[in-house]
């Protein structure tokens, strides 16, 4: 199942014959097997990889550091899917270090986000103070090297 997961998401467009082939198992069973996973929750779902450089008008991603006061028997769980809830956050995590919950937000521009931080996230009754990071560049997610490659000009040698 492992091997089978990596090849998916390494390329969610492989189909399930060539899966197949590469796992030397029948085309049935990983149809089967993938529709297990989607159904038991372990495959969330497919996304595609856009370089926001390249878009006319990308958005800007922001990650924001968030410090909270945990609420009594629920830990950061509560805190954590109200702000999961909120239309522009992408992505939560829990974090271990100098703050407890990141999270991603992409929008048109870094007002909005700002706006978003200061309006609807940083007056949540358990949030405790946020940083916000702007994300300049990306040279690589999940994988995916982003830009053009550096070719190596310096030429061959031969004696």
């Not at 945990?70 to 109200?82: I, L, S, T």
């Not at 994988?143 to 061959?156: E, I, M, N, Y």
Request: aromatic share 8%; hydrophobic share 45%.
């Amino acid at each position: 199942m492992e091997k089978l997961l990596k090849l998916i998401e390494q390329n969610p467009r492989l189909t399930d014959k060539e899966i197949a082939v590469m796992l030397g198992m029948e085309e049935k069973e990983v149809t089967k097997k993938i529709h297990s996973l989607e159904d038991g929750g372990i495959i969330k779902g497919y996304r595609a990889i856009i370089d926001e450089e390249m878009v006319e008008n990308h958005a800007v991603t922001a990650l924001i550091e968030i410090t909270v006061h945990p609420k009594f028997e629920h830990g950061f769980d509560e805190v954590a899917n109200q702000i999961a809830a909120l239309d522009e956050v992408e992505s939560v995590y829990l974090m271990s270090g100098g703050f407890d919950l990141a999270c991603f937000v992409t929008d048109k521009t870094f007002q909005e986000v700002a706006m978003f931080v200061a309006n609807r996230l940083a007056p949540m009754e358990s949030v405790m103070s946020t940083a916000t990071h702007f994300i300049l560049k990306k040279y690589k997610e999940q994988g995916v090297v982003f830009g053009s490659v550096q070719k190596d000009d310096r030429g061959t040698i031969s004696f």
